[in-house]
Structure formats: C-alpha cells, structure tokens
C-alpha cells in the first residue's frame, strides 16, 4: 500500500491492514490512504476509543477509534483474560451476551462469543435480538461473572456500543473498567481463531438463554403486579411504540404477566428496522418529535395513553391526551414523582407491617429531589448518586446486602428501575407499573395529569428545567468549564449568575464542595468528566454537565417553591425560566463557543 508520507500514520496503517479481516472496513481504510486523507486517517489510528464504565459507544466505521471488527475482538479479548485474571469461577458460571437490532450488532456479540469460547468460556448468546435489560438479568438468573449487551441504546444510526455488566447485576464501576481498559491494551494481537464467528453455535459451550430467560423474566415481573385483576378489565387503551426496536414482542409478554390486553401498535415504529426510517432520533427523550406517529394512532383509536420504549428498551417514555385535547408528555422527572408514589402506595397497601425505615429509593443527583420529599413525609429512606444507573444499581446491592429493600430508582433521562429483578433502567417493567398505576387512576375517575398535580399538592411543587447543547469539539467544552472555575479571569467561582446570587458550588471534576466544613463533596470525583452544581440563595439547584455517550453538556435545574416566601407556581417557574437564560448567557456563552440548543 503507498504510503502518506506521515510516519505515524503509516505505520498505525500498516498495522490495520495487517489485522483487519472485514472487507468492508479494510476497503474503507484503502481508499482513504490512497485519497491521502491524512487528518481523517489521524483520527482514526492514532487514538482508541476509550473503555470506561459504560463500556465502548462510537460511530462504526473502520480504525482504532470506531466500533468495528478489530475493535470489538480486541475489547472481547482484553475482558476475557481480565475476567480470567480476577474470577476463578468464570471457566464454570460463563457470561451472558446480548444484542439489539441495530447495523452489525448480531455480528459484534457473535464475534465477542467467540473469543471467549476460544478462552473455554461458556456463553449464554442469545438467538435473536433482545432488550438490554434482559442482560444484567440474566447475569443475576444464571449467576454468571459477567453480562455482555451490543447496544447504542437511542444514539444516531450509525453508532453502536458495548455494555458490560459485573456478576452482581449491575453495570461496571472502577476499578472495574480500568483494569479491562488496561486488559484491552495487552491483548491486541487477534489470532486467527478470533474470526471464526460463524461455527459458535455448534460449541457445547455456547447455549442460547431466550426461552428460559423470556419465562423467568416475566414470572418474577408478576411481584411488581398488584391489581392484576383490575387490569384485565383497564378502561385505559395503551398505544405502544418500540422506536424500531426491540420492544414490542418483549411488551406483548409482559402485558400477559400484569393481565393487560397487547396495547395498540404504532405500526410504522413497532418492528426493529436499524435505519430508523420514520423519526430524526430514535430518543422518545426528545418529546413531541419522536411520539408523532404515536400520537397519530393513539387519535385514530382513541386511547388516551403513550408508552413509548427507546430502541433497546430500557427507557420510557409517556404521555396522556388532556381533557382539551392536547397531549401532555410527561418528564423523566414527572414519571418518576409518579411511580415513585405508586411504589410506596401499592407496597404498603400489600405490605402495611413492613418496616418503613429499611424502605429505599435512589435517584441520581440531577434528577428531582421529589422522593427525598415524599421520603421525609412517609418514612422511608432516599439516597442519591452520580448520574447513571451503573452508580443507582450498585447501590442498590449494597443496600440489599444489608438487608435494606429497593422499591424504585429512577433518573431524569427517562430510565427507571422498578424493584430490583434488573439492576439497570428497564423500559419493559417501568412500562407494565405505569400501565397499571393509570389503570388504578383512570378506575377511580382521574387521571395521570392530575394524579401528578395531585403529588405535587401533597408534598410540595417540584419545577424543573432541563436541555442540552451540542458541541463536537472537546477543547471549547473543557475552556467553558475552565472560565466558570475562573470567572472573569478572577482565579475563583462566579458569586453570582446575573441577578441570582449563588450559595454554594460541588464541583465533582476537581473534588470541591464549599457546602461541606472541609470543602470535600460526599459523592465520588471523576477528573474525566465534567460536572457542577450550583445551589442559589433563593433555593434553586442547577448542574452542569457533560455526557458520557452523547455530544452533549447538559443542565438541569430544579426549584421547590416555598409558598411562605410569597412564591407561587407560577411565581417560581418564571424566575426558574430566567435563571436558565442566564445560566445560558453567563455560563454556556453559546455563541462565543460555537454551541448547538436543543433542536425544538
């Protein structure tokens, strides 16, 4: 092959053309060495993708930075030897691995399998495509070391991920996911049995999970079902949609464990198509955009409930049709005040002895503070955490291990964990206990909307508003960070954003929090990402963010007014709304760094 004149390059070159077996992504390399594309080339061979705790998740294309065969057979191969390395039992209790529908996905896990059947490790593939909470289920049912799940969840077309799960259930933490990332680095070399994805179903060592999983799954779904009476016979009519994926074969199931009817399909949307033909994200997150043809078929058949799944079906999305006709989408925050109250009440009206002190519920640290307000009124005990259910799933097997017990957790992204069958957001059963939680609602004459109102009335309004900017470029995202921690060039914190006086700051990238007497935060520090919270004297909390699988830096903010000051609802919101705009004016600087809003 000639050469580009670079160096680097072209010996990083030399070594991809060396291992690559796939003709598609070596023809794809070939043509940009002869096009002489040497900054693309760059980019693609001179960095890795960086294995953290939510695993890989890139663009699949060729090189070292993309999702692509090399890649996931070098990733596989590092995990293998670090799950040999540091669980004697792997050789017996096996990994479970998992894919959704998305372009190459059944190709990555066959590939993954085979190396670690090539390691004599037992695999539990699964034969068709699956939801992701299916995986650290299965890990937990068949006490395996590891979970495996091929996955870009609701990222764009070409993307595509890979989800690891430890032998407790949950998502890896450090030092988890340094060890495999370090793991990865020493085992690069792929030997030619690495390829040979095409005969592991012939290996006694490979067995497929599907029917035994799909019966168990569903069988211990029935301890979230309280009503189940009432639900066969729900005056509500459910529509449904999967967003292309993998959801609705896996709902139909489901809706037999709780007594439902099958909802009614969003045609269009309800079988996995990879292209994702009918919406510009497949994000239910994004709100009225991506629930246009649901709300479509929901008017054609008159019902009156949105359940909408990401593509691999571990989010949810919901909306009901208003008595004036508009529909109203619930928020990540909304759904979870919502089934947060319903956990506790259907708890306790089954359970009325149960100690309510060993009673837990999780939400990460951006999402609302509803449940600790619902907590302090009821008796039972919240807790926070980072973002992320990896640090909520984790938690939680703490928390049973002292024999304390989980009912719910959730995050404002629309991930919700209803028990603790799955340890990870689970789109499937947050589905089926908000289908039965309306039809306990709509039964007594009321409704979703003003069960919600009803919440907020009881134990005190909870406004929040939440977004994002897109930004590619990591270095104007790390200077916007960097001036907020240099404020006007001062060397400290800003005071103040605009009007609004600020009382204290967590910063967990640098491990500051001026709220605490030694100044350290209580939640864990990560130098790799960037994250700060402001709490302002007139008791408003936003955070700053980056996201770790998505070009985003998000805020979240959130106000509990407090009526003896003299602030109402709406009081509040609009001085929440003015606080954003100048979040927005003073802290993002959108127009000096070149960020993207939120499309509307």
């Known amino acids: 092959m000639t050469g580009t004149g670079d160096d680097e390059v072209d010996g990083k070159l030399q070594e991809w053309m060396k291992i690559d077996r796939n ?96 390691d004599e490790i037992p695999v539990y593939l699964f034969s068709t495509l699956c939801p992701t909470p299916y995986v650290p289920y299965s890990v937990l049912h068949y006490k395996t070391e590891c979970g495996i799940m091929v996955t870009a969840s609701h990222n764009p077309k070409n993307d595509n991920g890979y989800k690891v799960y430890w ?47 799909l019966e168990a799954y569903n069988s211990d779904l029935c301890s979230l079902c309280y009503f189940k009476e009432k639900n066969q016979s729900s ?86 049709k208003l008595t004036n006709g508009h529909w109203h989408i619930f928020s990540g925050n909304e759904i979870g005040a919502l089934l947060g109250w319903w956990s506790w009440f259907s ?44 640090w909520m799933g984790n938690l939680a097997t703490t928390l049973q291990k002292q024999g304390k017990k989980v009912l719910f957790a959730f995050e404002e992204a629309i991930g919700f964990m209803c028990g603790t069958n799955v340890l990870d957001k689970d789109g499937i059963s947050a589905a089926m206990v908000l289908s039965e939680l309306a039809t306990y609602l709509y039964g007594s004459n009321t409704t979703l909307h003003n069960k919600l109102d009803e ?57 500051y929090d001026n709220s605490k007497p030694d100044c350290k935060p209580v939640l864990p520090v990560s130098k790799s990402s960037q994250m700060i919270t402001f709490t302002f004297e007139n008791g408003c909390v936003a955070t700053l963010r980056t996201s770790g699988t998505e070009p985003k830096i998000k805020y979240y903010t959130e106000v509990k007014p407090d009526p003896q000051k003299g602030l109402d609802r709406q009081g509040a919101q609009k001085e929440l709304d003015d606080i954003v705009q100048c979040i927005i004016k003073y802290f993002y600087q959108p127009e000096k760094f070149g960020f993207t809003p939120r499309s509307t």
Not at 179 to 208: F, M, V, Y
Not at 486 to 508: M, Q, T, V
């Open 235 to 320: 005056p509500v009519k459910f529509t449904y949609t999967g967003m292309h994926g993998v959801g609705y074969e896996y709902v139909k199931k489901a809706c037999q464990s709780f007594g439902f009817v099958e909802p009614i399909p969003v045609k269009e949307q309800v079988e996995p198509d990879p292209e994702f033909p009918t919406v510009k994200y497949p994000n239910p997150e994004e709100g009225e955009g991506a629930l246009l043809l649901a709300m479509k078929t929901a008017d054609e058949n008159n019902s009156n409930v949105i359940l909408a799944n990401d593509p691999d079906a571990d989010r949810l999305a919901v909306a009901e």
């Open 455 to 511: 919440i907020y009335k009881t134990y005190g309004y909870h406004l929040s508003s939440n977004s994002y900017f897109i930004c590619h470029e990591q270095d104007k995202i790390k200077k916007m960070f960097e001036e907020i921690r240099n404020y006007n060039n001062s060397g400290k914190y800003p005071e103040a954003c605009g009007p609004y006086k600020i009382k204290y700051i967590r910063d967990l990238t640098v491990g």
């Open 167 to 213: 032998g407790n259930g949950a998502q890896i933490i450090s030092p988890i996911d340094k060890g495999i990332a370090e793991s990865i680095l020493q085992n690069l070399e792929i030997p030619d049995s690495s390829w040979d994805h095409a005969t592991i179903r012939s290996s006694p060592l490979c067995k497929d999970p599907l029917n035994t999983i």
């Open 347 to 390: 708890f306790v009206q089954r359970y009325p002895d149960y100690p309510v002190g060993e009673l837990y519920m999780l939400a990460s640290t951006v999402s609302s503070k509803i449940l600790l307000t619902i907590g302090n009124k009821e008796g039972f005990q919240f807790e926070e955490t980072l973002t992320g259910f990896k």
């Open 23 to 118: 003709e598609s992504t070596r023809a794809e390399m070939q043509k940009l060495a002869e096009n002489g594309n040497v900054d693309q080339l760059r980019k693609l061979l001179l960095k890795r993708m960086e294995f953290g705790t939510a695993g890989l998740r890139s663009g699949m294309g060729t090189g070292f930075s993309q999702m692509n065969d090399v890649t996931i057979i070098q990733t596989s191969q590092g995990l293998s030897k670090y799950l040999l390395k540091t669980c004697p039992d792997v050789k017996k209790r096996g990994v479970v691995i998992g894919y959704d529908g998305r372009h190459n996905s059944h190709r990555f896990a066959s590939l993954a399998a085979r190396v670690l059947i090539n």
